[in-house]
């Protein structure tokens, strides 16, 4: 039995820090430290930054950190150090309702499954947050908070990732339920701005997704710099940063 369990076992940690081919991998292949936040007052909102960061070293400006699970849902993923095969566990689930009962699976079951996907790796050195949002006729508008720990929190939105309290300051003086479809979008396109201009850790492009009931739709992958000098200089905001030569 011993032998057995070592078998299919990993060994405990004989170094706490990385080899040198560890560091180059984790700069080549780490998941993002992101922000994301959704919005689900007309159908769902789903906001990114797209950098990539492995430290203190920017390793990617055009990560695509919105995942798709199906037609009608969509995943963000956020920093892991390893492969995380709970969105992978979540496709397959959601295909085997619909083929099982003929209709698609509901939000809060495919959050359920991803929950107890990652659940499954705690205290093995996975960190990840993320969150799935949908819409099913049974539903409507459905949104839940995910991560590596278990936590499985329904809610109307979130933000998630190192710059997330700077969103925050965004959505909080300014969300509310009746919102708009284009107030709506450029509440999260604003919101992500803020943590994209004053986090590290943020940066690159806007990556902004609504998803409807009959499917997602793609509002664009847009680079911030131009959209933060429209802002600027349009709107009067970011007072810190001169627009003086």
Known sequence: MDKLVAQYSRPPHQNEFYSEQEQRDLTESLPPLSLK??????????????RATAGNWIASQTVKKVIP?????RGEDKPSNEPTPGLLGTMAGGAATEIRHKRRIT??????????????????????????????????????????DGTRLPGNLFCVGSG???????LDANYHYDLTEEEALELGRRSI????????????FINLYHVKEEGWVHHGFNDMNPIFWKTKLEKGEFSNVTSEL
């Open 164 to 170: 997330q309290t700077f969103a925050y300051g965004v």
């Open 193 to 204: 701005l803020a943590a994209m201009h004053r986090d590290a850790y943020s940066g690159g």
């Open 107 to 148: 939000v809060a079951a495919a959050s359920k499954i991803l929950a107890n996907l990652t659940y499954a790796y705690k205290g093995m050195g996975l960190s990840m947050g993320t969150m799935l949002a949908g819409m099913t006729p049974q539903e409507g508008p459905a949104l839940y908070y995910i991560d590596s």
């Open 69 to 73: 699970v199906s037609r009608l849902s």
């Open 37 to 50: 936040f959704n919005l689900p007052p007309v159908d769902n909102i789903v906001a990114t930054d797209s």
